[in-house]
């Protein structure tokens, strides 16, 4: 193609001869070609991600080349009919629009926010519906605990054949403490943590994505999980190891277990914003919520893989009862402590 | 062939939205099509899909296989891999669409390779808004209950598991469905983001036209009566003819428009008359614009 063209080092050829062109709106165009084409590398060196490759006097234009940009669409718009320059300005301004208002920081630097406040700002944000979660929650472990203490046949429909590992009702004290005990030695323990990070947090991400359809599922699968654990803790306190399983739960369980509120109560925020978005209209409503929920669930992920590392490795490996509950208790602390915690309004990003 | 054409032509339309940037400008946007969304992520999965057969195969010939893996009692080098293939797993479900789609060009690879690009939706139905990082999590969150729980409900038969299976797989079916049922094409990821998929056409500036061919308008002198025949639409269906260059297309034109506007013209050089034309008829449609007349095409 003739076009001035330019080549790796950006060298941009003005057009030969503006004069030489009959039309007034060639005219028009040829004389802010160059404008445009540094323009255009720029925001094309931006998309691949190298800002390092734009000279320091395109940087310092940018601002203007673009307004410049943006007007001479406006006029063009006005005075030209070539249907060319209107495409190559139309995609150049959106491009640059693009690159010029997209997020104006990195992932690190979007971690750092989020890490220093955003999530718990959240997560303080969504407190009714990590409410009502927490209600679900806990009516769903009173609910598994009774059904099974009632009539213990409930427990092998509500956890399932391959999750008990000999965990059942009538088992002996001995066999319960035996699943209870930890590995003496370390071996295929990462394999292990890093398979309860991904299926974890599987789950959480399903608890927040069904939170769409106006948050029903979201509870039902809250309440789903926390039948089989309150009916599990039926099964232990039976033979009289209420303290020792508590423990051993603890040790990962109120990292994990608070994740799980939390995306539950993400779900929730999502739903209860599509049922009822107040004065809104619905997609504003549901977008609104579904940015809080996210950077609610982004953080879980971070908890999720803490409570994996607890539960393949602590848990695998610190045996007393006493231990495990101190690790648990100091963890739950600490999370509280985040969470709570006013800190320095950060803005929004 | 044009019914085909003006479908697709009536279609671009039904997608075509205008945003107003903070610059006061309107800024036209397409909606990205179902196809080509679909397209996009089709291609995605594969080069995933590609990526672990790959992986595969070099684990092979180095003489490791992960089928014999069993949790717990790998040791050494085999451990490394079996974590190393849960964690692929996992980003390649959940990181994939995430890492791309927070770069500068907000898209996957199959979604650049379609010419399309995630952006966030007008909050009132006009003023443009930045794409957050928070937008791109929660849309691929979703994604989970969009693609993934239902083709491994298909690929698991959970359709035989009779009427549990058919409440779920028509609970399954709205997510899928959704964009069908919105005029955005939005997905439920969409809505919960806040975000829409649009084209991101990378147009090239072309030639101008009165700078390739020479001034003639002493040759050719058409008249204003001449020049009222067609309209804007016309003046741009010419232009894309001239760039094209079919000299076939080229004269079949040169005599339709003669023809219309009474010349006895001898097909001579199509394209000296075509250039001459398009010049004239710019020119005689342009001066109206700037006394604020346009004539959208030769019907008005």
């Known amino acids: 193609m003739a076009l001035p063209f330019f080549s790796k080092r950006n060298e941009i050829t003005p057009p030969a001869d503006i004069e030489a062109a009959s039309l007034r709106s060639d005219r028009f165009r040829l004389e802010r070609e160059v404008d445009w084409q540094r323009l255009d590398a720029v925001v094309t060196a931006l998309e691949k991600g190298r800002p390092r490759r734009i000279a320091d006097e395109d940087v310092l234009d940018l601002p203007v080349l673009y307004r410049k940009a943006t007007s001479s669409l406006a006029v063009a718009r006005e005075t030209s009919l070539d249907a060319a320059t209107l495409d190559y300005l139309e995609s150049l301004v959106r491009r640059a629009w693009f690159q010029i208002y997209g997020p104006r920081i990195g992932l690190i630097g979007w971690l750092r926010r989020f890490l220093g406040g955003g999530w718990s700002a959240a997560v303080r944000g969504i407190w009714l519906d990590i409410c009502i979660a927490l209600f679900l929650m806990v009516a769903g472990s009173v609910v598994g605990w009774l ?110 277990l608070l994740a799980i509120l939390l995306a539950g109560g993400a779900g929730i925020h999502v739903g209860r914003s599509m049922a009822f978005p107040g004065n809104r209209p619905i997609l504003a409503a549901a977008a609104t919520h579904g ?20 539960e393949g490795y602590v848990r695998q490996l610190v045996g007393s009862p006493a231990t495990r509950a101190t690790v648990g208790g100091v963890m739950l602390a600490f999370w509280l402590l985040y969470f709570m915690l006013p800190r320095a309004p950060v803005e929004k990003g | 062939m044009s019914a085909v054409a003006n479908a697709m032509r009536l279609d671009a339309d039904k997608r075509a939205r205008e945003v107003l940037t903070p610059e006061g400008l309107s800024l036209p946007m397409t909606i990205a099509s179902r196809g080509a969304r679909a397209g996009a992520l089709l291609l995605d999965l ?44 996992f980003l390649s479900r959940y990181g994939y669409f995430l890492w791309f789609e927070l770069g500068p060009r907000a898209a996957t690879p199959g979604k650049r390779l379609l010419g399309i690009r995630v952006a966030a ?48 797989f028509v609970w399954l079916a709205v997510f899928v469905l959704f964009p069908f049922f919105n005029r955005d094409n939005l997905r439920a990821g969409d809505l919960v983001a806040g975000t829409w998929v649009v084209e991101a056409s990378h147009a090239k500036l072309k030639d101008a036209m009165s700078v390739a061919a020479p001034d003639r308008s002493s040759e050719y002198r058409f008249g204003a009566a001449e020049l009222a025949v067609y309209g804007e639409h016309e003046l741009q269906v010419l232009e894309s003819v001239l760039r094209h260059g079919d000299d076939n297309a080229m004269s079949e034109v040169a005599q339709a428009i003669s023809r219309k506007i009474g010349w006895q013209y001898g097909g001579a050089d199509d394209r000296e008359f075509l250039e001459s034309f398009y010049a004239a008829l710019r020119a005689h449609l342009e001066g109206g614009m700037r006394f604020g007349k346009r004539k959208a095409d030769k019907y008005s």
């Open chain 1, 291 to 310: 940015t809080r929920g996210a950077e609610v669930m982004a953080g879980c992920t971070i908890m999720l893989i803490i409570a994996a590392l607890l």
């Open chain 2, 121 to 168: 939706r007008p909050v009132d139905g006009r003023t443009a808004t930045r794409l957050t990082p928070a937008m791109v999590i929660a849309r691929n969150l979703v994604r989970d209950v969009e693609v993934f729980i239902p083709s491994f409900f298909l690929i698991g038969g959970g359709e035989q598991a009779g009427v549990a299976g058919w409440a779920a």
């Open chain 2, 46 to 89: 594969l080069f995933i899909f590609l990526g672990f057969f790959v992986l595969i195969m070099i684990l092979a010939f180095a003489g490791l296989s992960l089928f014999t893996l069993e949790m717990g009692e790998a040791t050494g080098p085999m451990e490394a891999v079996g974590v190393l293939f849960i964690l692929l797993i």
């Open chain 1, 147 to 256: 059904l099974v203490a009632r009539d213990s046949d409930w427990y092998y429909s509500l956890v399932p054949g391959e999750r008990s590992g000999g965990r059942v009702p009538g088992a002996s004290a001995e066999a319960l403490r035996e699943t209870l005990a930890t590995q003496d030695h370390g071996q295929g323990l990462t394999i292990f943590a890093t398979f309860l990070f991904s299926n974890n947090t599987g789950v959480a991400i399903l608890a927040f994505a069904l939170g769409f359809a106006f948050g029903i599922p979201t509870m039902l699968l809250l309440v789903y999980n926390m039948v089989s654990l309150g009916a599990m803790m039926w099964v232990f306190a039976q033979a009289g190891l209420q303290w020792e399983f508590s423990a051993w739960l603890a040790v990962h369980g109120t990292t994990e």
